[in-house]
């Protein structure tokens, strides 16, 4: 099974497999189209992803065939890609992001589209509500500004006076997707400033992390986002030389510098993930199926960073941590 700080960002760069016009296949092979905003990885990098399709009694390669395509972090990219699967007759669309849903439904309307992960799939027009979604759109959303606001009362118990937070995000993509509204009045309740920095290229990423040192952060918190994953080493040393504490989204940031990842349980993610394409491929229609939101969630510690920065981090974060890195 692919470790846990793998497993979203193996899902936002999964590969590319050609096949044949999957539907005309003999037999019962059934097939997927598979949309991402990133790029490639290697088989073996994402091999593990689909072990909860496997445990429900689906194979690639023996009754599943998949197509997939990939954005390489360019959002325009995600339309005409997934025009492509629509003409492939995919059975299935599976979308990792808003952005990628969004191409999807624009594509098609009866095609059924199980969506990994939406920032406000109601807000974006992808469902009618969560529990009677409609339409051909159902999967899983994100938390929004709550997850936000628990990553930041998670920082503060390491950093009890960091009331000035800046916020990195990529206004570009929407792969876990935030609304500047929504989360600073979150984080106003909790006695903190927002600071958001937005970034939209490689080239911004050490000028936005000084833009938020200039403007008084005291602490970042750093959204999921392929740009981010992508120039990961790049982001987090320039966090460092600036001694920021980071709490991060995406577990991969935690190791070149972060102090606190905290995120969806992936694990639990990918699971929910496979039975919604085990039933819409025995039947059931999407707009049937409500959209479920993440229940389980993982916090994971870098002692080392915290050590570098000359912060403790108290016994009560410790114990509910998931990962600690020494």
């Known amino acids: 099974m692919v470790g846990r700080r793998h497993l979203l ?32 990885l290697q088989r073996q990098q994402y091999q593990g992803v ?99 606001a628990k990553r930041v009362t998670l920082l503060r118990e390491i950093v009890p006076n960091a009331e000035r937070v800046g916020i990195l995000v990529n206004p570009a993509t929407a792969v876990s997707g935030y609304s500047p509204t929504e989360s600073e009045a979150a984080l106003r309740h909790l006695g903190v400033h927002a600071i958001f920095v937005e970034i939209r290229s490689a080239d911004e990423l050490e000028e936005a992390v000084d833009l938020a040192a200039r403007r008084g952060a005291q602490a970042l918190v750093v959204h999921r986002d392929v740009l981010f994953a992508l120039n990961r080493v790049k982001l987090m040393n320039a966090i460092s030389r600036h001694r920021l504490p980071a709490v991060v989204e995406d577990r991969g940031m935690l190791e070149p510098g ?16 496979a039975a919604f394409i085990d039933r819409v491929l025995r039947g059931a229609k999407p707009g049937d199926l ?30 509910r941590a998931d990962e600690v890195l020494r």
Do not use: C
């Open 9 to 40: 960002r193996i899902l936002v760069l999964a590969p590319l497999v050609r096949i044949p016009n999957a539907r005309a296949q003999t037999g019962n092979v059934r097939s997927i189209g598979v949309l991402s905003p990133g790029p490639t």
């Open 50 to 148: 689909w072990d909860p399709l496997r445990d429900l009694g689906w194979r690639e390669g023996e009754n599943l065939l998949f197509e997939r395509r990939w954005a390489e972090g360019k959002p325009e990219r995600l339309k005409p890609l997934a025009q492509e699967l629509v003409e492939l007759r995919v059975e299935i669309i599976v979308t990792i992001g808003t952005d990628a849903t969004i191409a999807a439904q624009s594509a098609t309307t009866t095609i059924p589209i199980i969506m990994l992960s939406a920032a406000d799939p109601v807000r974006a027009g992808l469902v009618a509500n969560l529990a009677h979604p409609g339409g051909n759109v159902t999967g899983i959303s994100m938390v929004g500004p709550e997850l936000e």
């Open 258 to 273: 972060g102090l606190l990842a905290y995120s969806i349980d992936e694990g639990d993610q990918l699971k929910r993930f």
């Open 290 to 319: 409500p959209v479920e939101q993440p229940t389980k969630f993982s916090l994971a510690v870098n002692l080392r960073t915290a050590a570098a920065l000359g912060l403790t981090v108290p016994s009560s974060v410790l114990l």
